[in-house]
């Protein structure tokens, strides 16, 4: 990709401005290209959906970083991860035409009580970059609508992220819920967010833990190796 392209990208995804009229988190942006305008322009120049996905996980990097060292806060994470999402909602018909061919099927859910949603949007996003098809079925979701969604669309690897100490055991409980239906033989778990760990994992019956969205694609790659 054009390196100016590739910045402008990686920028306005740090400013979280998914359009034009956005305002940025610092001031000057506004009537500027978004990160929605960016990513068409990218896709009209012919550039490749895993380039353009590499400049938004390197800009989600960066707010990632920001907030660490506590230059960011909440919103601006949240404007950050909306204006991701309206690229991919640009990137993902011609994703699906470049990878006809899915490696796999992958769902993810946040845990029933839990609404944290942005490290688990995060993973979507960089399977569905690293070429599989995966069906997010948001937060809070209930061990039944795991069963449902896993006796329908039949993935081979199912993901549950958990950012609290109190909803971290809703993963065990739809463990022995696909036990108990018979359908945990079918299904590879995986899991993640801040409170869980490798001996979390263990202890629960899951296949795997991955402490972010890279170790989450390597980990799906493993498991369906
Ligand atoms: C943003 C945020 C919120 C936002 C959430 C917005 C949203 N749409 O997600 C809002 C304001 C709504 C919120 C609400 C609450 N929050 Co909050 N929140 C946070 C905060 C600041 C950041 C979390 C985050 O997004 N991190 C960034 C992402 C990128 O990281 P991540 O989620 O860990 O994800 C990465 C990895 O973990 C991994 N990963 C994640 N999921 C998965 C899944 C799989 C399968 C794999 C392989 C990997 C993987 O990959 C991701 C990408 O790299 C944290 C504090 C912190 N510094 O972490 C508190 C925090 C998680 N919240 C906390 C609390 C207590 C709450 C509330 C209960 C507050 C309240 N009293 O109302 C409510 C809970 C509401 C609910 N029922 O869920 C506590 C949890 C304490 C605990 N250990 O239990 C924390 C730690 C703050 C604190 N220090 O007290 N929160």
Same mark, same amino acid.
């Given at each position: 990709m054009s390196e100016g392209l590739f910045e402008k990208l990686k920028e306005n995804v740090l400013q979280g401005r998914m359009e034009k009229e956005d305002e940025g988190i610092e001031e000057g942006y506004e009537g500027q290209p978004g990160v929605k305008e960016l990513?068409?322009?990218?896709?009209?120049k012919g550039i490749s959906t895993a380039d353009i996905l590499e400049a938004i996980?390197?800009?989600?990097?960066s707010v990632g970083e920001k907030f660490e060292k506590g230059e960011y806060f909440i919103p601006d994470?949240?404007?950050?991860?909306e204006a991701v999402g309206a690229a991919m909602e640009v990137l993902e018909p011609q994703m699906i035409k470049e990878k006809e061919q899915s490696k796999g099927k992958v769902i993810m859910a946040t845990v029933e009580g839990d609404i944290h949603d942005i490290g688990k949007n995060l993973v979507t996003i960089m399977?569905? &970059? @690293?070429?599989?098809?995966? #069906? =997010?079925?948001?937060?809070?979701v209930s061990s039944d609508r795991i069963i449902e969604e896993?006796?329908?669309?039949?993935?081979?690897?199912?993901g549950f992220s958990a950012l609290l100490d109190t909803t971290m055991a809703e993963m065990g409980k739809n463990i022995e819920a696909l036990k108990?239906?018979?359908?945990?033989?079918?299904?590879?778990?995986?899991?993640?967010?801040?409170?869980?760990?490798?001996?979390?994992?263990?202890?629960? &019956? @899951?296949?795997?833990?991955? #402490? =972010?969205?890279?170790?989450?694609v390597e980990l799906v790659k493993k498991l369906l190796a």
């Open positions: 990513t068409e322009e990218a896709l009209e996980n390197e800009g989600m990097l994470m949240l404007a950050a991860s399977l569905k &970059g @690293a070429g599989y098809q995966v #069906k =997010d079925l948001g937060t809070s896993v006796e329908k669309e039949k993935p081979q690897v199912v108990e239906k018979g359908l945990r033989d079918d299904v590879k778990v995986i899991i993640g967010g801040a409170p869980t760990s490798d001996p979390f994992a263990e202890k629960i &019956g @899951a296949d795997g833990y991955g #402490k =972010d969205a890279f170790a989450a």
